[in-house]
């Protein structure tokens, strides 16, 4: 795929969003349901629950040509998966503080919460995640979030690492 | 390598519209895997369907992709295609959603067709990594929980327990009913609404089918769809129902006299023990803790001494129990918008004739306070002109909620139609925003009340005030001519918002469902599944799910039945196979899986395996099957990677995110 549109030469970023079933995932369809108008910079990758997300689906995004990820879930205390998954989503931030702390640019890695019938939310989140992307470039010109996630990526890949990095990052919140 | 089946479909012009479909196809079958690619005008229809059996079969396909509407309108019924037509496991499927998130919201083939593309290579690469899942048999509890013994409530219990399955009413106050016999007539036949709800209540009451349990609240739920292991509190009531014939002797000799009576909406006073109302289900009446004497000061105990059987128990204790029931269905009802917090303008409850909605209907009704005589609260004088408020909460976003009330327009006129009726030359003004009459023989109804007389006027009152000799002046706007209107009344009825009752959000967490923005429970699907919730075996009625009347209500109670009885009628379900599975080799034992898990369906168990060819004895997760419901979590919160979640495969979303990072 061109990653410039070929009459204006503008940058069209990659940006994968995943969504969860039940809740984003179902406003990005109500969303359509109202046929609504967004940007198509954004794919959405459905997961059952926000809580499925692995960080290393982050990094391996960001690191083989995606230029922004998103993570949407529902509204922390309406997870269709009850509360448990608190505990999911707070990893996941304390994930986001760490790769920013490690240079990434913040607008790279966003954590949203968007419920089903937020579907005018989910459009709006798309906007404006696309635009600011959009104002930074491509990710292969922004080398300190490059070697921020390559070197998240280094140490997410031993175990013992990770949980010093985790601890490091809960610590600093 | 597998032999991946890209089927993409037009949706007639829905999706060929925006989407070139060839265009799609055409990439596809350049994607790895991709043996085969192919468009179809209607790939859900009978004749898609066929196109989608006869390809598998033609070209040996073991994987299938269908680019279509989004998944959670039919991935369900292309699973069933696979089941029942060919020899592919249905779960060897992934669906690409090229509608709803793709045709629809783009506006040319330019930007549609390459991120249907896009979507498709993120579909196939998922496609590759799919396994074949099978599902097992779960047994189903034949009984159903009914929360909240409203209309709703009573309406699907009768349904469900008249189809031969036991029922339990769960009920918060100390009767069922709800709102319904507070009301006088009901829009827009008039007929008596409590001649029609209480003889539904004794019926509940005699049904061998149903047990009610007043004073009652739900506090845990366990368990899935067929299995939901529920924990009851039933306050106590101090009295034993078993020995009480509901004489009403101690009602008549309770010597707490002043306590101000809910059920008349604070305009009458009722005693300690009581009961609500003559014909309240159950018929026995109930100790009121915080009023009674003997309770609270520990003298008194009149009521003891005049119970002919010895019924009156000051020693009762709350009794918690936990049973098993197969289906739940939510009837929690509505509470009116406290309007005294919010509208200071309208007197915020300082004066008397200020009333709300449903105390005019006690007022109105022959078992109430005033013996149906409408006499104004403060002064017991019969009002000569009555303003009635709509909207007072609704459609006000910045101080009450922003939703339409959907009932109260034709209240209204129910409203102002028996004032008129009741007192004759009595003038009556109606200040409206909208009249919203959709519904058979409403606005004929509304029509009938206009030819009355009422005056209607559109605008909102911006202030009440009362002047010294009692009329409330009533300041508002005819926004329609643009003049000022200033209205002398006597007594002024504002018909307040519904808003969800207290307690809502808890009992979504207890029963793990969804609210909306709003804060009534979310429906599994607006239009076509209206009273499922997202939650295998949980389902909605009433008002409960947001604001209606009681047609609709009662409608909706009886489709949830329907539902409740089509899952009680069955032997067994069939899990869901998209669960967590632990691979033993990789399980260090950690228990990391077990602490995340919000459903506690993983435990950690001793297993002997066979390692290096020696056998070992280690501790290892297990997942109960059964209790999880696939979100995935512990996958994630796993080190080694041994923790994985089926339909979902980490393998499988690497390998999608990459196909689209790399594309
Ligand atoms: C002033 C007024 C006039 C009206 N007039 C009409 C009319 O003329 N015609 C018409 O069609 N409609 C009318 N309506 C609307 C009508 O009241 C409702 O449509 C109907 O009562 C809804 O019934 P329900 O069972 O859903 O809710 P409810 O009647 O509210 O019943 C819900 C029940 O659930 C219980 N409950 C709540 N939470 C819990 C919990 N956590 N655990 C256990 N129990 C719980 C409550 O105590 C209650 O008993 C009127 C409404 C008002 C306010
Ligand atoms: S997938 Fe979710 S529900 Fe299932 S075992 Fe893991 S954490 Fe529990
Ligand atoms: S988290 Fe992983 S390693 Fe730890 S007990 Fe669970 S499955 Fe085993």
Known sequence: MPRDNEQTGEFTPKILAFCCNWCTYAGADLAGLNRMNYPADVKVLRVPCSGRVNPQYVLKALQSGCDGVLVCGCHPGDCHYSTGNYYAKRRMMIFKRMVEFAGLSPERFQIRWISGSEAGKFRDTVVEVSEQIRALGPMENDAPSRAAIDAVAGTVASPEADEELFAAAKEAI | MSRIGVFVCHCGTNIAGTVDVEAVADAARQMPNVAYAGTNKYMCSAQGQDYIVDIIKEHNLDRVVIASCSPRMHERLFRKVLAEKTDLNPYLLEVANIREQCSWVHKDKQIGT?????????????????????????????RALIIGGGIAGIQAALDIADAGFPVTIVERKTTIGGKMPMLDKTFPTLDCSACISTPKMSECEAHPLIEIKTLSEVEKVEGYIGNFDVTIREKAKYIDYDKCTGCGMCETKCPQKKIPSE????????????KPFPQAVPSKPTIDADHCRMLTEGKCGVCAKVCPTGAIDYQDVDRVTTERYGAIVLATGYELIDWTRLYGEYGGGRYADVISGLQFERLVNAS?????????????TEPKTMVIVKCVGSRDPHKGVPYCSRACCMYGAKHAHQFMDKVPGGKCFVFYMDVRTPGKNYDEFYMNTLHEGARYIRGRISKITRRSDGKLVCLGEDTLSGNVVEVDADMVVLETAMVPPEGAKKLAQTVNTQLGPEGFFTEAHPKLRPVETNTGGLYLAGTAQGPKDIPDTVAQAGAAAAKVIGLLCKQSIESNPMVAHVDDSKCSGCGACVDICPYSAVTLVEKTLRENSRKVTRTVAQVNEGLCQGCGACTVACRPGASDLLGFNDEGIMREVEAYATR
């Open chain 2, 368 to 380: 109430g306070p005033t013996e149906g005589h409408i006499l104004r609260p403060s002064d017991g």
């Open chain 2, 263 to 274: 059920f008349n909406q604070g305009m009458s006073t009722r005693t300690a023990v009581y």
């Open chain 2, 114 to 142: 390459p991120k249907a593309i896009n979507l498709v290579a993120m579909a196939v690469a998922k496609a590759d990594c799919d396994t074949q899942l099978f599902t097992h048999e779960i047994p189903v509890t034949k």
